[in-house]
């Protein structure tokens, strides 16, 4: 099957792009990459080398010397993904955006990624158009973290209406999200506090307005539909804790949802479930 994987020209996720990619790949199916100008995409390069967390992390000599970085990068897991990804002949001639053709394609995967390069793609009409066709015509869709915003943002032909409308989903929860932006804020990256949040909340709006969680949660029928890990539930902590992240042999710390033809995640500690879970939808 044909799959296509929209990124952004720079900032996406090398966890949510790699891992997924390496999973479909190894499952016998081709993988199709588009950008805003046809050129390859580059990943967020902190979360590839973790440089730029530490108060020392704007001093040449000092950047590459990470500590917090270590925890918040992506794991060498997901850095070899990316790099595996990134030498495909297909990842060095992506389509333009404009050149998308939703007929040509079996699927749609939407990875993640935080940095303010990430709104040329969330904020691309020709992207949500795409997202539209993608479930319209009922073909599988995969969306972790902010990827699942580009799919929140994509109306059904004709209406002001969410595709996720009446659907179940998962995203970046605002716990995670908040979390780590507190790291970023307080952690050493005095430069650049807000580096964790693609959007702040305008004056007079409460916190957590602007977050991956609350705009999803805006484009559902019921507030239900967004789903979390429920406290109870086995393993909960692990899920909930935002330390451990699932590997190929160990998919415990994961949270993932299935709805139809339509499969979500949190953040890159569920990439591999995710994939896994994308692919057996492909079957």
Not at 217 to 226: E, G, H, I, V
């Amino acid at each position: 099957m044909k799959v296509l994987m929209p990124l952004p020209s720079v900032d996406y996720d090398p966890s949510e792009a790699g891992v997924s990619h390496a999973l479909i790949r190894a499952a016998g199916h081709e993988v199709s990459f588009a950008t805003p100008d046809g050129r390859p995409a580059q990943a967020d390069p902190v979360m590839v080398s973790g440089a730029g967390f530490d108060v020392w992390g704007r001093v040449p000599l000092l950047r590459r010397v990470v500590l917090i970085g270590r925890f918040l990068r992506a794991d060498r897991r997901g850095r070899a993904a990316n790099a595996a990804m990134q030498a495909d002949p297909a990842f060095a001639r992506p389509l333009r955006y404009d050149d998308i053709d939703p007929d040509r394609f079996d699927a749609l995967l939407l990875p993640g990624g935080h940095a303010q390069g990430m709104r040329s793609y969330l904020e691309s009409a020709l992207l949500q158009q795409a997202v539209a066709a993608f479930f319209a015509a009922g073909k599988p869709v995969g969306a972790i973290c902010h990827g699942v915003v580009l799919a929140a943002r994509a109306c059904v032909a004709g209406t002001t209406r969410s595709v996720l409308h009446g659907r179940k989903t998962t995203a970046l929860t605002w716990a995670f999200e908040r979390k780590a932006w507190m790291i970023s804020r307080y952690g050493g990256r005095w430069w650049d506090r807000d580096y964790y949040r693609t959007y702040l909340e305008a004056p007079g709006e409460p916190d957590g307005h602007r977050s991956v969680q609350a705009e999803v949660t805006r484009a559902l029928a019921d507030p239900a539909d967004f789903l979390d890990v429920d406290a109870n539930a086995p393993d909960a902590r692990l899920k909930r804790g935002g330390l451990a992240r699932d590997t190929p042999q160990d998919a415990r710390p994961a949270f993932v949802v299935v709805d139809g033809n339509y499969v979500s995640a949190r953040w890159p500690g569920d990439a591999h479930t995710f994939a896994r879970s994308f692919v057996e939808l492909l079957a």
